[in-house]
């Protein structure tokens, strides 16, 4: 026998207005926390960092999407990226805003919308960075 799993706020909106439930695309889901319909998309996260994205993505209503779609409404990243073909350029061009790891958790704990800003990328974050004592002409 299979479960399906929802969370309590989520079976008290459907109580309230039946037409929520069409709006699923996975289960097990805590509420929408995220957008309905909207997508998250990872690049360049360790193993276990973008698994656990990826869980808490499908439980704030969030769909989980390895390609940076249309539907996309925010990248999770680690480090920038200077590679012109890389997610990170491509949000930045889509104008998609880019934040760490630690906004998902900030949802989850929240289990509501948080302010953004407080957890975007930094510009230079994870790129080294090298002065040349030998370059300065001294």
Excluded: N
Aim: with cysteine.
């Amino acid at each position: 026998r299979r479960c399906r799993v929802v969370g309590l706020p989520f079976a008290e909106r459907i109580l309230r207005d039946h037409s929520a439930l069409s709006k699923v695309e996975a289960l097990p889901l805590f509420d929408f926390i995220f957008r309905p319909g909207g997508a998250i998309c990872c690049s360049g996260l360790p193993p276990a960092i973008r698994q656990r994205c990826s869980i808490i993505a499908c439980w704030i209503g969030a769909r989980f999407s390895d390609e940076l779609g249309p539907d996309v409404d925010v990248l999770i990243a680690c480090r920038v990226s200077l590679h012109p073909m890389s997610k990170y350029q491509a949000a930045l061009e889509r104008k998609i805003p880019v934040v760490r790891p630690s906004y998902m958790e900030a949802l989850w704990l929240a289990k509501a919308p948080v302010d953004m800003m407080a957890h975007v990328l930094p510009t230079f974050c994870g790129l080294p960075v090298c002065f040349d004592p030998l370059d300065g002409g001294a």
